[in-house]
């Protein structure tokens, strides 16, 4: 048994910080929201709701977004049309939380290491606001294509981009990299 234990080390050392920080992470944040009332929007999600509205007023749409009649969400009105709602899962703290998990399974230096973080995490929030203006835009003038916009191809830009974010951070920057 030792033996094994001796083997798979750096295996189980990466499962046993990776899931740690996930808990870890995933907890504080539940007890966050678990604070708010149940018709309050959670602060990233107003931010993420303020930024796509700056983003979408920069290119001169008309656009206003608020939160919804106590409710726990953000109205989008485009055009004078409700279009898309904003939730707390919209705000890719999930993401965040996973894309930490996962540099800090695979740690390099310290320094090194929360640069990468918060570099991750101001591109994953941009890139995240980024795709709420797009979807907002796109759900407006194909409704018909909700389901590929939001259901897939939205989710695969983020994920995907996350994944290179991996890529990139094992490859070039972790205690792995070559």
């Known amino acids: 048994m030792r033996k094994y234990l001796v083997q798979f080390k750096p295996f189980l050392i990466f499962i046993g910080t990776f899931f740690a920080a996930y808990i870890i992470l995933t907890v504080v944040y539940?007890?966050?929201?678990?604070?708010?009332?149940?018709d309050e929007v959670d602060a990233v999600t107003n931010w993420v709701g303020h930024n796509v509205e700056q983003l979408l007023l920069m290119f001169n749409y008309d656009i206003k977004i608020q939160q919804g009649f106590a409710s726990p969400w953000l109205e989008v009105w485009f055009n004078n049309?409700?279009?898309v709602r904003i939730v707390e899962g919209c705000n890719a703290v999930s993401v965040?939380?996973?894309?930490?998990?996962f540099v800090l399974a695979f740690s390099g230096k310290l320094k090194v290491t929360l640069l990468y973080i918060l570099f991750g995490i101001v591109f994953i929030y941009i890139l995240n606001v980024a795709r709420i203006a797009l979807l907002t835009v796109l759900l407006f003038h194909y409704p018909e294509k909700s389901h590929l916009l939001h259901g897939v191809l939205f989710p695969l830009i983020i994920?995907?981009?996350?994944?290179?974010l991996?890529?990139?951070w094992v490859n070039k920057f972790?205690?792995?990299a070559k």
């Open 159 to 164: 994920y995907g981009s996350v994944f290179i």
């Open 96 to 101: 965040i939380i996973l894309f930490i998990s």
């Open 81 to 83: 049309k409700y279009g």
């Open 30 to 38: 539940k007890f966050y929201l678990n604070s708010l009332r149940p």
């Open 174 to 176: 972790s205690k792995y």
């Open 166 to 168: 991996w890529v990139l």
